[in-house]
């Protein structure tokens, strides 16, 4: 007996240090921000100081690097979720053998290197004198991104049932009526997911925006240029805030998940007391 | 694609098969085509380009077989993200296994709730976080000075001991999720009437358990390796003198050289490096495609 409850602390343990590690260096990284030392650290600690968010809200070059984050993440949003959206429904309604040959060439984006993703498409509108810009970096990104939302929106399908459709079709129904009304209501929850997963993928994305971007900023190449030129604290200002909205939008979507399954568990078991 | 016409007519159909068309041909198939059509190709002035000189050849592979230098940086970049990919394996397998059967459902939604956190932060500050942990005056060195394990400072960025901190924590959730997703469809009944039936805890794990997570495994080893041997940032983040990685080679024909053709032919070389990785797992664990990406 005594063994067993050794294993279970133990586990325990394994479990608590795995969690410590992967959340004290983003402690660490954070705190540095608030830290008055000119060289990015925790220790030793020289006091507290707001200074390196002062000079971050003055930064001009920051502020474009943001901006042109935002509109490129909106951007593979709003082509990458209805591509990956309509690229499950046609894979959920073709036989078997057509399926995994599209589903192979759906999938392959995922699985390629970054950089390899951002140099083909850069030589691709090349061909057609498109230059380097962000314009390719949002084309690289929509690449592999729609894989993600087709493969959430494919998992989405398998608990839909057919058979509506067939009945709103017998009823007189039009086929937009069937899409607008039947399919996409059922596919919501998985397009939501799917475009919040798009957006943070874009936000963070450096190897397919490294090879594409042209001269533009976005965020990630702006911290990557900062870490190579001259560290200041000012990054890690920068990576405190990005945690803090990280932090604000994970229990956003876990109140959402918590309120969501409270009311499939209240339709399962209503009160009959 | 009959049912699709039935289900949503020819309107709707046209315009998801355009979207996924569009995808397909425009942002997968014929940009890959392409680089591999454009490391064939010579580099020349602009006034040549379409002239007699602008040929076919193997001159831009050979660039690469004839480096002694680049050979050496592509092996070591296959081994050290293979040993990334180890590591990582061995880390966290026990981790979903605990995860999934022992703690609570809760607490491990608590505890992958958590978890978002350094997932969704982008890689580039998660290699940051070590460069500041791992300096010579960093927290590191000081917690163990203060401890007494050691006396003096350590350099921890030497060699590729840097980039294989920075990489293991930078993928080690991309083997996490998918193991803990097959362990947790396994019954535990199974686990039990394994035990019941006399196997001890190691033969349980190698007879059941692990055999049953095979497809978490497989994605999980084709995701780190991948993301590890395609790293841009994290080896340039955490680099020592003598540790390069085959993307800042790529990096150099493209942006130092501006030679894309040699470029293409480098990431040509490393794209069929990672469909070789996800062939030989798919043998060897036998796999299918669908198991890997889900």
Same mark, same amino acid.
């Given at each position: 007996?005594?063994?067993?409850?050794?294993?279970?602390?133990?586990?325990?343990?394994?479990?608590?240090?795995?969690?410590?590690?992967?959340?004290?260096?983003?402690?660490?990284?954070?705190?540095?921000?608030?830290?008055?030392?000119?060289?990015?650290?925790?220790?030793? #600690?020289?006091?507290?100081?707001?200074?390196?968010?002062?000079?971050? #809200?003055?930064?001009?070059?920051?502020? /474009?690097?943001?901006?042109?984050?935002?509109?490129?993440?909106?951007?593979?949003?709003?082509?990458?979720?209805?591509? /990956?959206?309509?690229?499950?429904?046609?894979?959920?309604?073709? !036989?078997?053998?057509?399926?995994?040959?599209?589903?192979? =060439?759906?999938?392959?984006?995922?699985?390629?290197?970054?950089?390899?993703?951002? %140099?083909?498409?850069?030589?691709? #509108?090349?061909? =057609?004198?498109?230059?380097? /810009?962000?314009?390719?970096?949002?084309?690289?990104?929509?690449?592999?991104?729609?894989?993600?939302?087709?493969?959430?929106?494919?998992?989405? $399908?398998?608990?839909?049932? *057919?058979? $509506?459709?067939?009945?709103?079709?017998?009823?007189?129904?039009?086929?937009?009526?069937?899409?607008?009304?039947?399919?996409?209501?059922?596919?919501?929850?998985?397009?939501?997911? &799917?475009?919040?997963?798009?957006?943070?993928?874009?936000?963070?994305?450096?190897?397919?925006?490294?090879?594409?971007?042209?001269?533009?900023?976005?965020?990630?190449?702006?911290?990557?240029? +900062?870490?190579?030129?001259?560290?200041?604290?000012?990054?890690?200002?920068?990576?405190?805030? $990005? %945690?803090?909205?990280?932090?604000?939008?994970?229990?956003?979507?876990?109140?959402?998940?918590?309120?969501?399954?409270?009311?499939?568990?209240?339709?399962?078991? *209503?009160?009959?007391? | 694609?009959?049912?699709?016409?039935?289900?949503?007519?020819?309107?709707?159909? @046209?315009?998801?098969?355009?979207?996924?068309?569009?995808?397909?041909?425009?942002?997968?198939?014929?940009?890959?085509?392409?680089?591999?059509?454009?490391?064939?190709?010579?580099?020349?002035?602009?006034?040549?380009?379409?002239? *007699? +000189?602008?040929?076919?050849?193997?001159?831009?592979?050979?660039?690469?077989?004839?480096? *002694?230098?680049?050979?050496?940086?592509? @092996?070591?970049?296959?081994?050290?993200?293979?040993?990334?990919?180890?590591?990582?394996?061995?880390?966290?397998?026990?981790?979903?296994?605990?995860?999934?059967?022992?703690? +609570?459902?809760?607490?491990?939604?608590?505890?992958?709730?958590?978890?978002?956190?350094?997932?969704?932060?982008?890689?580039?500050?998660?290699? =940051?976080?070590?460069?500041?942990?791992?300096?010579?005056?960093?927290?590191?060195?000081?917690?163990?000075?203060?401890?007494?394990?050691?006396?003096?400072?350590?350099?921890?960025?030497?060699?590729? !001991?840097?980039?294989?901190? &920075?990489?293991?924590?930078?993928?080690?959730?991309?083997?996490?999720?998918? %193991?803990?997703?097959?362990?947790?469809?396994?019954?535990?009944?199974?686990?039990?009437?394994?035990?019941? $039936?006399?196997?001890?805890?190691?033969?349980?794990?190698?007879?059941?358990?692990?055999?049953?997570?095979?497809?978490?495994?497989?994605?999980?080893?084709?995701?780190?390796?991948?993301?590890?041997?395609?790293?841009? %940032?994290?080896?340039?983040?955490?680099?020592?003198?003598?540790?390069?990685?085959?993307?800042?080679?790529?990096?150099?024909?493209?942006?130092?050289?501006?030679?894309? !053709?040699? &470029?293409?032919?480098?990431?040509?070389?490393?794209?069929?490096?990672?469909?070789?990785?996800?062939?030989?797992?798919?043998?060897?664990?036998?796999?299918?495609?669908?198991?890997?990406? +889900?």
């Amino acid at each position: 007996m005594t063994a067993e409850k050794f294993g279970r602390w133990a586990m325990r343990a394994y479990l608590a240090i795995f969690l410590i590690y992967m959340l004290l260096p983003l402690a660490v990284m954070g705190g540095a921000g608030l830290n008055d030392s000119r060289f990015p650290s925790v220790y030793p #600690w020289k006091g507290f100081t707001d200074r390196w968010f002062v000079d971050l #809200w003055a930064d001009e070059r920051m502020w /474009g690097a943001m901006l042109n984050t935002g509109w490129v993440a909106l951007a593979v949003v709003a082509i990458s979720v209805p591509i /990956g959206t309509a690229a499950a429904i046609m894979l959920n309604s073709l !036989q078997s053998k057509s399926r995994s040959f599209l589903y192979g =060439f759906m999938v392959a984006p995922i699985l390629t290197p970054g950089a390899v993703i951002g %140099i083909s498409t850069l030589l691709f #509108w090349n061909n =057609f004198g498109v230059s380097a /810009g962000l314009h390719l970096s949002i084309m690289g990104q929509v690449s592999f991104i729609a894989a993600y939302v087709m493969l959430l929106v494919l998992a989405r $399908l398998q608990s839909f049932d *057919p058979g $509506l459709e067939e009945a709103a079709l017998d009823l007189g129904a039009s086929h937009g009526q069937v899409m607008r009304r039947i399919l996409v209501p059922h596919l919501y929850p998985a397009i939501a997911a &799917g475009a919040l997963i798009a957006f943070f993928q874009s936000v963070e994305n450096f190897n397919v925006t490294l090879f594409t971007r042209g001269n533009s900023d976005t965020l990630t190449v702006y911290v990557g240029s +900062k870490i190579r030129s001259g560290i200041t604290p000012t990054i890690n200002a920068l990576a405190l805030l $990005l %945690i803090a909205v990280t932090i604000i939008l994970a229990a956003v979507y876990e109140v959402l998940r918590r309120r969501d399954a409270a009311r499939k568990a209240a339709l399962i078991a *209503p009160e009959d007391a | 694609m009959q049912e699709m016409l039935r289900r949503y007519g020819y309107g709707l159909t @046209f315009i998801m098969s355009l979207l996924v068309a569009f995808w397909l041909l425009a942002m997968v198939v014929v940009p890959n085509i392409i680089l591999l059509e454009f490391s064939f190709r010579p580099y020349l002035p602009m006034v040549d380009v379409g002239g *007699p +000189k602008d040929v076919y050849s193997f001159n831009n592979y050979l660039t690469f077989f004839t480096s *002694p230098i680049h050979i050496e940086v592509f @092996f070591k970049t296959v081994i050290y993200s293979s040993l990334v990919t180890g590591i990582c394996l061995i880390i966290t397998y026990p981790l979903a296994y605990i995860l999934s059967k022992v703690v +609570k459902p809760t607490d491990a939604a608590t505890i992958f709730l958590m978890l978002l956190v350094p997932l969704w932060v982008s890689e580039i500050l998660r290699s =940051f976080a070590w460069f500041i942990i791992l300096g010579n005056t960093g927290p590191l060195n000081a917690l163990l000075l203060y401890v007494g394990l050691i006396e003096k400072p350590v350099r921890w960025i030497v060699n590729y !001991q840097g980039v294989i901190f &920075g990489l293991v924590y930078a993928y080690i959730l991309f083997m996490l999720f998918p %193991i803990y997703n097959a362990i947790s469809a396994l019954d535990t009944n199974q686990i039990e009437a394994s035990k019941d $039936l006399g196997a001890g805890t190691i033969r349980t794990h190698w007879r059941v358990v692990i055999p049953h997570s095979k497809p978490g495994i497989a994605s999980g080893c084709v995701m780190v390796f991948m993301l590890s041997a395609g790293s841009v %940032i994290v080896p340039s983040t955490l680099a020592s003198t003598n540790s390069r990685w085959f993307t800042e080679v790529i990096q150099q024909w493209m942006f130092e050289g501006l030679d894309w !053709q040699v &470029g293409s032919a480098y990431a040509f070389l490393l794209l069929v490096l990672c469909i070789m990785f996800v062939s030989i797992v798919m043998r060897v664990l036998n796999v299918r495609l669908v198991d890997i990406a +889900k």
